[in-house]
């Protein structure tokens, strides 16, 4: 069979068509296999980036142990903690210095103001339970118990200089007082639930951001006194001792796991992370955060703090996996008054 030049160009034509055909379809292919993998998020392994926390001491040592925990298993991403105190922590975070806050108290209205100011919305998140820990030398066998009242008198402005001052049966010499930095949240707790809103600190007491600093004042003076978060003075109750406070029964209460859950101890307090909601769009960030909340349990117990009960910590996964943007503690403006578990959904 002869072909003539007509039907060769046909031919030639039809398969230059057929093979640009083919290439079209494996350029489409392709690109859809490549948008495709640019919604796969990057594994742990190799993924990249950093992340920059900043607030509470208390809250701090939890982070710490989370962060070098996902460190093993996230090695490229850089995660920086710092500790300028609940305060300071969100001061940087409501300018959007940084992706997350460490707070041992919920955001405050004027918190929340600035953070508006700034265009930055935020997620809330409760990680633990803490209680404040009154401490004093171990030395000091003359203060078995101490009432909220005498609290009240031994930080108030214009308070009393010595121990005997508070109890005529205590010793007649002069206390020495500790106290975190006023930028502290373990302050901002203590001032509010001791002193009272329009109290007044005394101004002759010894402050640090730096627990260690107050674990060194009062384990070596047998006349101080001082307070802290539960964790620390678990982690120095070989220097210390806790000095029970009588709580709503009458009877004298110790910080520990058990009263801190059953709400028995009268100084317990909810602890909280606040997340960028930019940031939260990030990988690292999000990844960060689920291996927080999934390791939490394990790290807060191990580092001297109490674990939420399991529907509160339901609440707390659900309202990050949902993305809940602002604050449960702040309503028109005003902070929302009543206890933790009735307030936070």
Do not use: H
């Not at 494996?26 to 950093?50: C, E, H, R, W, Y």
């Not at 109490?306 to 602002?326: E, Q």
């Not at 503690?329 to 005003?334: L, P």
């Amino acid at each position: 069979m002869k072909l003539n030049i007509t039907s060769l160009v046909e031919i030639r034509s039809l398969r230059t068509l057929a093979k640009c055909s083919a290439f079209v379809v494996f350029v489409s292919m392709a690109s859809i296999l490549f948008a495709a993998n640019q919604d796969v998020p990057p594994t742990q392994a190799t993924m990249k980036g950093s992340i920059r926390i900043d607030g509470s001491s208390t809250v701090y040592p939890i982070t710490e142990a989370v962060a070098e925990e996902f460190s093993k298993v996230a090695p490229k991403v850089n995660v920086t903690v710092g500790i300028s105190g609940t305060g300071g922590g969100f001061k940087r975070f409501c300018a959007g210095e940084t992706a997350i806050s460490d707070a041992s108290r919920p955001i405050t209205p004027s918190e929340v103001a600035l953070a508006a100011t700034n265009k930055i919305e935020f997620i809330e998140i409760p990680i633990a339970y803490d209680a404040l820990a009154i401490v004093a030398n171990p030395k000091n066998d003359w203060a078995k118990s101490i009432t909220i009242a005498q609290l009240k008198q031994i930080y108030s402005a214009g308070g009393p200089k010595k121990w005997k001052d508070i109890d005529p049966t205590w010793p007649d010499r002069t206390m020495k007082i500790y106290s975190p930095g006023t930028d502290s949240g373990t302050f901002d707790y203590f001032k509010e639930a001791v002193i009272g809103k329009e109290g007044k600190v005394r101004s002759d007491i010894s402050v640090s951001e730096d627990d260690n600093v107050l674990v060194l004042g009062v384990s070596g003076d047998q006349d101080a006194i001082g307070f802290f978060g539960l964790a620390y003075f678990e982690e120095n109750k070989d220097k210390l001792r806790a000095v029970p406070v009588i709580g709503a029964a009458g009877s004298p209460v110790a910080p520990q796991a058990s009263t801190v859950n059953d709400a028995t101890y009268p100084l317990s307090r909810p602890l909280f992370i606040y997340v960028n909601s930019k940031s939260a769009s990030k990988a690292e960030v999000v990844a960060f955060i689920d291996f927080y909340l999934d390791k939490a349990d394990d790290l807060v117990s191990e580092v001297g703090y109490v674990m939420l009960p399991a529907d509160i910590l339901a609440k707390s996964n659900a309202n990050w996996k949902a993305r809940r943007l602002g604050t449960q503690f702040v309503k028109d403006d005003k902070k929302v008054d009543g206890s933790f578990s009735t307030i936070y959904k």
